[in-house]
């Protein structure tokens, strides 16, 4: 189960970044002589976490969907709840598509709070709170 402060997200989202991920950066540089200098340290926050989904693996109402987007607004650090593991988090607004969804039903002419919609991407940014 996956929460975002409070508000449980649909099933079948996946943490995709969950598996790529290291707090320790490289840089290697050529010296003048040749040498390869490699410097290395440890990331302070500013981890990607990104959520995926598709029509098959979530669907939420639109009243739901609207209340995960109005979370865009928050100052305030979010917990993102994912596994029993708490991320402090805010949206990726750096991102145009921090937030995808779409209406489950294609041809969907008028749209009312029940409507359905599937997450195709949430997009957060970790900090250490």
């Known amino acids: 189960m996956i929460i975002l402060d409070g508000l449980a997200l649909p099933k079948g989202l996946f943490f995709r970044d ?6 320790i950066r490289q840089k290697n540089i050529k010296s003048s002589t040749g040498k390869t200098i490699i410097l290395r ?6 981890r990607a976490i990104t959520l995926t989904g598709s029509e098959k693996s ?6 739901q969907l609207q209340q995960i987007a109005a979370k865009r607004g928050s100052l305030d650090p979010m917990d993102l709840v994912i596994d029993n593991v708490t991320y402090k988090v805010h949206f990726d607004l750096s991102a145009t598509d921090h937030l995808t969804a779409k209406p489950l ?16 991407k949430l997009m957060f940014i970790e900090i250490k709170a």
């Open 18 to 23: 969950d598996i790529a991920y290291t707090p």
């Open 41 to 46: 340290g440890t990331v302070q926050d500013g």
């Open 58 to 63: 979530n669907s939420l109402t639109r009243l």
């Open 105 to 120: 039903w294609k041809d969907t002419v008028s749209l009312s709070d029940e409507s359905l919609f599937y997450i195709e």
